[in-house]
């Protein structure tokens, strides 16, 4: 933990620890839906869908690093049990028992709607009180955004052939 930079937060740390845990859930989370998603993808377009949701399996990873971080130069501690990602998620976890391409979007894109959520949440919480934490959610939103617009993209796609298919 960084004094001084825990500091800046002051009063706040906790509270901003708090909201990062629940992010940091999300993260996980989303991070093996996408990855087992990209795993079992069938239907049209299976390759592009499939590479789609591994970029953004990586991407997930990446945020869950960058939270776990600030988590613990607020000194806190991110979640150390998966068990307890459940009781924190903002977002909650769609299992791809239909892992048609189709309704995978649909579940990916729900969970980036709501990972813009939570970071549009964090990042207006945070604007006034912790700098570094705005900064951090700022950028994972601007992440999340492009991936919703990935999904929709490649959703739109897959329409358009099955229109011509059909």
């Known amino acids: 933990m960084g004094t001084r930079g825990r500091s800046i937060v002051g009063e706040h740390a906790d509270e901003v620890i708090s ?3 629940r992010a940091y859930a999300d993260e ?4 093996y839906q996408y990855w087992i998603g990209a795993k079992l993808a069938k239907g049209p377009m299976k390759e592009a869908v ?7 399996a990586t991407d997930e990873l990446r945020h869950a690093d960058m939270v776990s971080n600030r988590i613990i130069q607020l000194g806190g501690d991110p979640i150390i049990e998966p068990k307890l990602w459940y009781e924190h998620t903002n977002c909650g976890y769609d299992a791809p028992t239909d892992p048609h391409v189709v309704q995978l979007l649909i579940q990916n ?8 959520d939570v970071y549009d949440g964090i990042l207006k919480h945070c604007r006034d009180i912790d700098p570094v934490t ?12 492009e991936h919703e617009e990935d999904l929709q993209a490649l959703q ?8 011509k298919q059909g």
Do not use: F, P, R
Request: glycine fraction near 2%.
């Open 50 to 56: 499939m590479a789609e949701l591994m970029q953004h």
């Open 19 to 21: 909201l990062l845990n």
């Open 28 to 31: 996980w989370l989303a991070y």
């Open 156 to 163: 739109e796609d897959i329409q358009l052939l099955m229109a």
């Open 134 to 145: 705005s900064n951090m959610a700022l950028q994972i939103l601007e992440d999340e955004v």
């Open 109 to 116: 894109i729900k969970g980036e709607q709501c990972a813009i």
